[in-house]
């Protein structure tokens, strides 16, 4: 079975605070992606990542950075946490261009005071 | 622009069927995804599509129409258990998935 772990299920910061959210995949994934989820939306896509080192912004990747030291490993970054970002932050990942089926997290609920 | 609609909320009863519908416009097309997602859990994968036609799985079934731009997931004899949110998406041609805001799904006994 695929695993893919987060390091926090809710976290709590303060407004500009600097906010890590790690994510790790057991199943050798090429893919790692970082959604956020709100209420009435669907997923919109940060980040994501093909390839070790390797970065691309999504949809909304302003107020966020990125980081994919090791394959196994992808970490989302709120430079100056806002209380915008206040959310339900979702990592994947997936196996392959061909093989596009995304295992998620357990998912980071995230409220910034 | 992309879009993929499906409908916010849908109520059903215990043991009855029910389906959810979703349309897609995007800039082509590379398969469909219909992902389950119970209240404050992760989305898990239930169903891909890519060829026209229905895929059937235990109690669970999906249907593609590429030249209608339309999919249904069907589900049979309900569960309290499968009240839940119901995720289409689409993968477009650049590979990349394009997310519906997904189905709330009530079920009643």
């Known amino acids: 079975d695929v695993k893919v772990t987060q390091s926090s299920r809710y976290l709590v910061k303060r407004t500009g605070e600097k906010v890590f959210l790690e994510c790790v995949q057991d199943m050798d994934h090429e893919n790692m992606f970082w959604y956020r989820q709100d209420p009435g939306l669907g997923l919109r896509l940060i980040y994501f990542?093909?390839?070790?080192?390797?970065?691309e912004k999504g949809d909304i990747p302003e107020g966020y950075s990125v980081s994919r030291e090791k394959k196994e490993r992808f970490s989302l970054i709120l430079e100056s946490a806002s209380t915008n970002q206040t959310s339900m932050y979702l990592c994947?990942?997936?196996?392959?261009?061909?093989?596009?089926?995304?295992?998620f997290g357990p998912g980071t609920r995230l409220l910034v005071l | 622009g992309q879009n993929i609609d499906q409908p916010t909320e849908m109520t059903a009863t215990e043991g009855a069927i029910v389906q959810i519908n979703c349309t897609y416009q995007t800039s082509g097309f590379n398969g469909l995804f219909w992902y389950q997602q119970h209240a404050g859990e992760a989305p898990t994968f239930l169903s891909y599509n890519v060829l026209d036609g229905l895929e059937e799985k235990g109690r669970f079934s999906s249907f593609l129409s590429r030249s209608k731009g339309y999919s249904y997931l069907l589900l049979k004899e309900l569960q309290m258990k499968d009240s839940a949110s119901y995720l289409c998406?689409?993968?477009?041609?650049?590979?990349?998935?394009?997310w519906g805001a997904g189905t709330k799904l009530i079920i009643k006994p």
């Open positions: 994947a990942s997936s196996g392959g261009r061909e093989t596009e089926t995304q295992y």
């Open positions: 998406a689409v993968l477009d041609s650049n590979y990349q998935l394009i």
């Open positions: 990542s093909y390839d070790v080192k390797m970065k």
